[in-house]
Nanobody
Framework: QLQLVESGGGSVQSGGSLRLSCVYSGVPSNYRTISLAWFRQAPGKEREGVAALYTGEGQTFYAASVKVRFTLSQDNSKNTVYLQMNSLKPEDTAMYYC??????????????????WGQGTQVTVSS
C-alpha cells in the first residue's frame, strides 16, 4: 500500500513562500506510476483539492484558486513530489494533505479518487 510522508509546512507572512514535500513509498508492483495530489482543509471548511500530478507523464492540474501561484514538480529519483507555494495569502491557511493512488486517476482533484493519505502538514499565513 502506498505510504506518504509530508513535510515543509510552517508559518509565513502574506506574500511569502513555502515548499511542501511528499515522499511516497510502497507503489504496487503492477504499477509503475501513481497519481499524487495535495488537498487542504481549513477549520470549519470542507477538504479542498489544490493540485494533482500524474508521475507517468508529469501532467499537472490545479484548482483555480491556486493556479499561477502554486507549482508541482517531482523528483523520481527520490520518490518525492513538491508543491511550491508562492504569493501566499491568509486564505491559504490550512492543514495540507498529500494523497495518492496507483496509476492515473484523471484530472479532477477529488477525495474519492485517492486511496492513501499522509498525516498532514500545517500551513499558516498571517496578514
Amino acid at each position: 500500500q502506498l505510504q506518504l510522508v509530508e513535510s515543509g509546512g510552517g508559518s509565513v507572512q502574506s506574500g511569502g513562500s513555502l515548499r511542501l514535500s511528499c515522499v511516497y513509498s510502497g507503489v504496487p508492483s503492477n504499477y509503475r506510476t501513481i497519481s499524487l495530489a495535495w488537498f487542504r482543509q481549513a477549520p470549519g471548511k470542507e477538504r479542498e483539492g489544490v493540485a494533482a500530478l500524474y508521475t507517468g507523464e508529469g501532467q499537472t492540474f490545479y484548482a483555480a484558486s491556486v493556479k499561477v501561484r502554486f507549482t508541482l514538480s517531482q523528483d523520481n529519483s527520490k520518490n518525492t513530489v513538491y508543491l511550491q507555494m508562492n504569493s501566499l495569502k491568509p486564505e491559504d491557511t490550512a492543514m495540507y494533505y498529500c494523497a495518492a493512488a496507483p496509476g492515473c486517476v484523471g484530472g479532477a482533484i477529488q477525495n474519492s479518487r485517492y486511496t492513501s493519505w499522509g498525516q498532514g502538514t500545517q500551513v499558516t499565513v498571517s496578514s
